[in-house]
């Protein structure tokens, strides 16, 4: 629901209105066919609201005394509240920045059979929209359409032309479909949102005008299709259904047929609301996940924060000066800055071909350990690590090891005493874990004989051999994306299985041995569906709460890959995925290329596709070690990622550039902290740290904007102290094309998931505008309307009890 339905009212401040009375009127037709009308000595009144209606203010004397009479005659105080209610809502409607097409956004009339014939009069008339339009805006704002009852004579006394729509109306709605279904209620869908294996489905849609003989309900998805026939219950057609017992993204459309034609019933670009259509859609969206699927509660609960290891914490025991000496021994290239304010290396050196990211900083284990108080202090409660596994470069993708940590950052005891830190702190690890692939430079592969042992480049009598495919041994092999320091492995290959995911001792379980609580899974679209769960099962039967996240950029309820649909979100694999389309969302947002009704829409829609358990464990990120930061993604409209590192070098932001920047990420991190699922902050970005793409998006942690950083921890702190934050239900709406409102809540004690929970509520505004003010129906939270007053580009969360 939105705006004056329920949950905004009309943007405060004294207003009135024009209602018009009697009088003529003349149709006057141009020469291209277009219909305008003349009106002619009507009476006129203003009308201002007074509580729950409209009172008559001004203008027209003796009206205003008849209609604030008790004696006023009732058709006409219905006819004075209809169009006062029209006027003031098209008037609200442009003040919001909506066009009168999406009056329904914040308009659904109340119960006065005057309302829909004024309302298509004023968009025919004062609007020029033609009677189609008119005619289905009015049925999205209106739904009862048919005037019954009204004495058309009567109403022509009132207003001639309102009459002559009455007619018009029923005439219409004798002959032209008008139909409703809004999936995000349960009038129309029952439950609104993503369901269980088995579990019953109820779809309805409402006759808001024309006939219809008979309706089927088409469910369809990739190995599924079904067409139930519907029932007609009132001006409803509904059918209820069981779920299939595989789990599956499936779509829903109605077919409908009328005396003369046949139509569907298909989302418009919402998502989840109806409109007409003479051919079959693609259909509104509804997941079905496994019964038993559920995710860790931990994690729900958690404020994350992602570390560069070589980038964040420094430690002054010589560590990194050891481990470095250790990858010159191997014959490798590694170079450690001499300070943390060298900017890093982006060019090839002189004997290079190509630019090797072997350039480090020195973090190391114990730094982060250091920085474990800094943390708690921003109210972190787990830190997802890039890889930590021996590798020759510095972001470790390439790893050599699989069960040593990269002598750079430290020891295994080193780890394990992190880990025993961060837990008496209150902290949890996630680890990243890469395994489509390997460096070339590794235990494994061994491409330049670096290890003793054999690789796979040593012969096929090496262990390692059958991981690879190679084309032409051995310098020809199967790797990530044409990287040839980056060979695949063939995931389904037995020995390959027993050593990373099921084996007593394989890379999975030893490291949630050594103390972490879970696992990053890089690049999850190269691993097997299979394999993905055969991750999830080990890293399960090892630690039942361990988080297995998978890096999914696109909506992993749909994704598809190599040909096939991704089973991510239906309950096989992954309990969260990074949740890249939100960033993009908000970009979008603050960079004015969507308003907030259409970020409402987003929000909605993963609300209602993403599962239950997995929604409210999306890892919300607005940066990341792939991504351009925060700060300098919202200093430019430039798409960053597609620059090379020269253009992004060249890159200059102004002062007032960073400023705007500032206050954009402000409403961004509102909006993270708010939604449902795992606020993420990378490592710096509390601190105003810019930086555009790799390498420059992993630079030394700096402290630096300790009002930013307040901020971030203010919004955990909320986070962390209100369950209605976390485990909360979510409500999301719009006061404008601005303005997006957001509240959260806990009633009767019991939290989304029905788990017992402290009752309470919140409502954060974000607005990228001019200051607003307007009131907000909380009603939903078991709270009473809230006045808002917000500034220009401010956001707020506010607690309300």
Partial sequence: MDALSPEISHFSGAQSYPVFFGGGYRECWSEDYRLSIVYENRRCVEAEPAEDRWRA????????????????????????????????????????????????????????????????????????????????????????????????????LLQPRTAHVVSLLRGLCSSTLALEHDGRFAEFRSPACAVRTGELVTLSFRILGGRVTRAWALVRGDDFSHEYPMERVGNMYTLTFAAPLVPAALWYQFRIETPDSAQWLCPDESGYRGRLSGREGEGFRLTVYKKDFDTPEWFRRSVMYQIFPDRFGFSDDATAERGIEYHLSLGQTPELHKSLAEPPRYQPRPFEAAYSPDDFYGGTFRGIEEKLPYLKGLGVSCIYLNPIVEARSNHRYDSADYMRPDPILGSTEDFVRLCEKAAALGMR????????????????????????????????????????????????????????????????????????????????????????????????????????????????????????????????????????????????????????????????????????????????????????????????LLGSHDVDRIRSALATEVVIRGLSREAQLKLRFSEADLNRALELERLCTVVQFSVPGVPSIYYGDEQGMCGVCDPFNRLPFVEGERELHDFYAALAAARNSSPALSAGEAVFSAASTDVLLILRYITKGRDAFGHHAENGAWLAVINRGEAAEFDVDCSAAGHSRVHVSIGAGKAELMKLY
Wanted: include cysteine; charge should be negative.
């Fill in 57 to 156: 203010a001004g203008g027209d004397r003796g009206l205003v005394e008849l209609l604030n009479s008790p004696d006023c005659p009732r058709l006409t105080d219905e006819y004075f509240q209809a169009a006062a209610s029209v006027y003031a809502a098209a008037r609200d409607c442009v003040r919001r920045g909506l066009p009168l097409s999406r009056l329904y956004e914040i308009f659904r009339s109340p119960a006065n059979a005057l309302t829909a014939p004024e309302l298509m009069r004023l968009l025919m008339d004062d609007c020029g929209f033609s009677m189609a339009d008119a005619y289905q805006t009015t049925a999205r704002c209106c739904g009862n359409l048919r005037s019954a009852g009204l004495d058309v004579e009567r109403v022509w």
């Fill in 429 to 620: 690890l996630v680890l990243d874990g890469v395994y489509s692939h390997t460096g070339a430079d590794s235990v494994y592969f061994n491409r330049w004989g670096s290890y003793p042992g054999k690789g796979a480049c040593q012969g096929a009598e090496s262990a390692f051999y059958p991981w690879y495919d190679f084309r032409r041994f051995p310098d020809e092999y199967r790797c990530w994306w044409g990287f040839q320091d980056l060979p695949e492995v063939d995931e389904e290959n037995p020995a390959w299985q027993d050593f990373v995911i099921s084996g007593e001792n394989s890379v999975v379980k030893t490291w949630l041995r050594r103390g972490a609580s879970g696992w990053r899974l890089d690049v999850a679209d190269e691993l097997p569906d299979d394999v993905l769960t055969k991750i999830r099962d080990s890293a399960k039967a090892e630690k039942p709460d361990a988080l297995i996240l998978g890096e999914v950029w696109e909506d992993a309820v749909i994704k598809e890959s190599y040909g096939g649909r991704r089973n991510y979100a239906l309950g096989y694999s992954l309990d969260s995925v990074m949740n890249y389309p939100l960033r993009s969302a908000l970009l979008d947002f603050a960079h004015r290329r969507i308003d907030a009704f259409e970020l409402r829409d987003f929000l909605v829609g993963q609300q209602m596709n993403y599962p239950k358990p997995m929604y409210y464990a999306l890892m919300n």
